[in-house]
């Protein structure tokens, strides 16, 4: 009888034996990993286990036998995982029985079978880990098709992230890591943004990009794993760009890492980046096509379809200077692409550049098909006002009353993976930096942050539409709305504004609530009728207060 070893990810159930000795339990959208023994010898199994454009060397069908799962059928494609050592892993999308046959051309893993049990979890489960709501997907019908996410359960999906980019490298205590990770979980952060690459920092792939840092890669989906068992989704990439990767990688290579990253995590919770600092001409060498075939082919080797985006270079931005290559936003270039489920904005770094914040969300908001639109890295709150909380507040706001549908903080320690520690001397480079003596998990844009998450997931954020002409008198209108019910205004500069009320009647009776941004705390509620153009004005103001300070107002009809 052959043996397989049977995982749940976290512990939940582990053990190796005889095939189909007993039944293993798991929950529903949780990674269930099957482990076989080959017998087959490769010069690189890496390599060999994975042509350039021809199948993996092992792919195991999951098949639903009873439950809501009968009649389902996934081929998941297997990987290497060391030595003769062959896994693959399966998020079960619905509650029954399962069982698995593997097929190989290697007899030792031909026929490998095997059953499991999965569950539905319980509100309070999902209450408890949203994740458990299933994979992140754009909304696909309703009033606001393709403006925002949802779970697989139709929870709709806030997308509020935080930059994670290396923190996937060697050598970062997973004490921290946790640390990092609970600390988001608990502000109301659903989105880390880290690089499970081949190249940069991570470097999961060797020198050659031929030899798996294994070691790494396990403790790489030990903090994915986690994060998960958090509540926190993963947007990830398997490459970061550079400058000459057409040589120092080639587009053979970066295509086999590109799908080995899909058949590891593809269980997970994660959404896909087909690259960092995305170039979306020449940045690499590569060209164009080559980038939207690699996304294509993201697409296709994902049993689940996950969302994939993509993390661009903006103009001015050492790649962006290269070429005809100057994109605000993935929109201008792939919006047509079939594999994009959503549009990225990388604005880079400094006030005139997160100036343009509103303006590159409303252009794609505009975009057909629609789509759903983030800001995947606005200006870091590198160091403790740089970039003041005033501006990460900005870039925050005016976003998502523009209409996108979530919003990435970058800042302090966290999104370089730098360790406090005082015995450290400082960090010199071309960005602004905290002392290594200093957490900055409590940055204030990053306590900004977590109210905007935990206010906007208080309200039905998702059917809020843009809507700046109904702010009248005012410096920027940035305003959002459900017609005649609801209304957010950004109110940048404090002073005075007008709302036009006229949607809804004079009998309509609405309550008002002035919020402090700065202080994250209501500061001044009372109520008023609707029916009209009202005048509302901050609860400070110059000259009695000399320090101007942003605000949101907040009009809900009660009656």
Request: proline letters at 7%; charged letters at 20%; hydrophobic letters at 40%.
């Amino acid at each position: 009888m052959k043996r397989v070893a049977l995982v749940l990810s976290f512990g939940v159930w582990i053990g190796v034996f005889p095939a189909a000795a007993q039944t293993p339990k798991t929950g529903q959208w949780e990674p269930f990993e099957v482990s076989m023994s080959g017998s087959a010898d490769f010069a690189n199994a890496y390599v060999d286990g994975l042509p350039d454009g021809g199948k993996p060397f092992v792919v195991v069908t999951f098949t639903g036998t009873s439950g809501d799962a009968k009649g389902l059928s996934y081929a998941v494609p297997g990987f290497w995982d060391g030595g003769k050592v062959w896994k693959a892993r399966f998020a079960a999308p619905v509650a029954g029985q399962w069982s698995y046959s593997a097929s190989s051309t290697d007899p030792a893993l031909q026929g490998v079978k095997g059953s499991f049990q999965c569950a539905k979890w319980s509100d309070g489960e999902k209450a408890a880990n949203p994740t458990r709501h299933g994979f992140v997907r754009v909304v696909k019908s309703g009033p606001r098709a393709g403006r925002y996410f949802e779970y697989t359960d139709g929870t709709p999906f806030l997308w509020i992230g935080d930059t994670w980019w290396p923190w996937l490298k060697r050598g970062i205590p997973f004490t921290r890591a946790k640390q990092v990770i609970g600390d988001r979980s608990a502000r109301g952060f659903t989105i880390g943004q880290v690089v499970f690459g081949a190249n940069n920092a991570t470097r999961l792939a060797g020198r050659d990009f031929a030899t798996p840092d294994l070691e790494a890669i396990h403790d790489a989906e030990r903090f994915i794993a986690y994060a998960n068992s958090r509540g926190i989704t993963l947007w990830t990439m398997p490459w970061w760009s550079a400058n000459n990767l057409d040589k120092s990688a080639g587009a053979e290579k970066m295509r086999r890492w590109t799908r080995y990253v899909v058949h590891r995590l593809a269980a997970y919770n994660v959404i896909w980046n087909v690259g960092g600092e995305y170039n979306m001409y020449d940045y690499g060498g590569l060209g164009l096509e080559f980038w939207k075939d690699l996304g294509a082919l993201m697409h296709r080797e994902d049993p689940y379809a996950h969302a994939i985006g993509v993390h661009n270079t903006p103009p001015g931005w050492s790649a962006g200077e290269m070429g005809d290559s100057a994109q605000w936003s993935t929109g201008s270039v792939l919006h047509d692409e079939p594999w994009l489920d959503f549009n990225g904005s990388q604005v880079g770094h400094g006030k005139w550049r997160n100036e343009l914040v509103p303006r590159i969300i409303s252009l794609d908001y505009a975009r057909k098909p629609a789509k759903p639109v983030v800001i995947t890295e606005p200006w870091y709150e590198f160091a403790e006002g740089s970039a003041p909380a005033m501006d990460v507040r900005f870039a925050a706001w005016s976003a998502m009353l523009s209409g996108a549908a979530g919003h990435t903080y970058g800042g302090g320690h966290q999104w370089w993976a730098d360790i406090p520690d005082p015995s450290l001397p400082p960090r010199k480079d071309s960005w602004p930096r905290p002392p290594l003596s200093a957490d900055t998990l409590d940055f204030p844009g990053a306590v900004s942050m977590g109210f905007l998450a935990k206010f906007l997931k208080g309200m039905e954020w998702w059917k809020l539409e843009p809507h700046p002409e109904l702010v009248l008198e005012y410096p920027q209108p940035l305003a959002s709305a459900i017609a005649a019910q609801e209304y957010l205004v950004y109110a940048r500069y404090g002073g005075q504004l007008k709302l036009d009320l006229r949607s809804s009647s004079e009998s309509d009776r609405f309550r008002i609530t002035w919020i402090d941004l700065v202080a994250s705390k209501d500061a001044r509620a009372g109520t008023i009728n609707g029916g009209a153009i009202r005048t509302f004005h901050a609860p400070e103001d110059y000259p009695g207060n000399v320090e101007y300070k942003d605000w949101l107002l907040h009009v809900v009809r009660v009656n």
